[in-house]
């Protein structure tokens, strides 16, 4: 079974957690989220989210995959947090997949992982870095790298992460239960 790992920090934005984990889970794919610390997660709209548990024990495992949902100050606790910035630089290292919707890609933009590479993110977010290839599409996959612009996306960045694990059709799969139009 494919294996995720999704912080959580204090200021996410929930629509987008909550959308990657759903998702995720409905596609039989095994989630894990944590928390930077042991405490409940009150989210940047007030919704109060709880870990499965804390990063320090989640780090103990591998995972395929680490997904960082974004909002702020969200984002900016995940950029400051030397644990996620060293767990991105070793999933880089062993050529495994990065993903970060929102305002969390500039996480992977000051961590080295977007230089020379295309990405998107929530509009103004990566304005600072001047080594990647901004794209205003709104989900950008180069190599291991996934990127998205926002809540309004998170459906579909979701959609392609299910499709990059676990194939077209679980994607198929999970998103004709949602009855999405086309």
């Given at each position: 079974?494919?294996s995720?790992?999704?912080?959580?920090?204090?200021?996410?934005?929930?629509?987008?957690?909550t959308t990657i984990?759903d998702l995720?889970?409905r596609?039989e794919v095994?989630?894990?989220?944590?928390?930077?610390?042991?405490?409940?997660?009150?989210?940047?709209r007030?919704?109060?989210?709880?870990?499965?548990?804390?990063l320090?024990?989640?780090?103990?495992?591998e995972?395929d995959?680490v997904?960082?949902?974004?909002?702020?100050?969200?984002?900016?606790?995940?950029?400051?947090?030397p644990?996620?910035?060293?767990?991105l630089?070793?999933m880089a290292a062993?050529d495994r997949?990065t993903?970060?919707i929102?305002?969390?890609?500039?996480?992977?933009?000051?961590t080295?992982l977007?230089?020379?590479?295309?990405a998107?993110?929530?509009?103004?977010v990566?304005?600072a870095?001047?080594?990647?290839?901004?794209s205003s599409?709104?989900?950008?996959?180069d190599?291991?790298v996934i990127t998205?612009r926002?809540?309004g996306?998170?459906?579909?960045?979701?959609?392609?992460?299910?499709?990059i694990?676990?194939g077209?059709?679980?994607?198929?799969?999970?998103?004709a239960?949602?009855q999405?139009?086309?």
């Open positions: 079974m494919a995720v790992l999704v912080p959580l920090a204090q200021g996410c934005e929930e629509l987008e957690a984990v995720l889970r596609a095994g989630v894990v989220t944590a928390g930077l610390d042991d405490k409940p997660v009150r989210a940047s007030g919704m109060v989210l709880v870990a499965d548990t804390t320090d024990e989640a780090l103990k495992q995972y995959m997904v960082l949902p974004g909002g702020l100050p969200g984002a900016d606790h995940l950029d400051k947090d644990r996620i910035r060293a767990l630089t070793r062993s997949f993903a970060a929102c305002a969390a890609p500039k996480v992977l933009a000051s080295g977007l230089k020379g590479r295309k998107t993110s929530f509009p103004g990566l304005d870095f001047a080594e990647l290839d901004y599409e709104p989900v950008v996959r190599g291991k998205s926002g809540p996306t998170a459906m579909d960045f979701t959609l392609e992460l299910i499709e694990l676990v077209k059709e679980k994607r198929d799969q999970v998103e239960a949602l999405r139009p086309h």
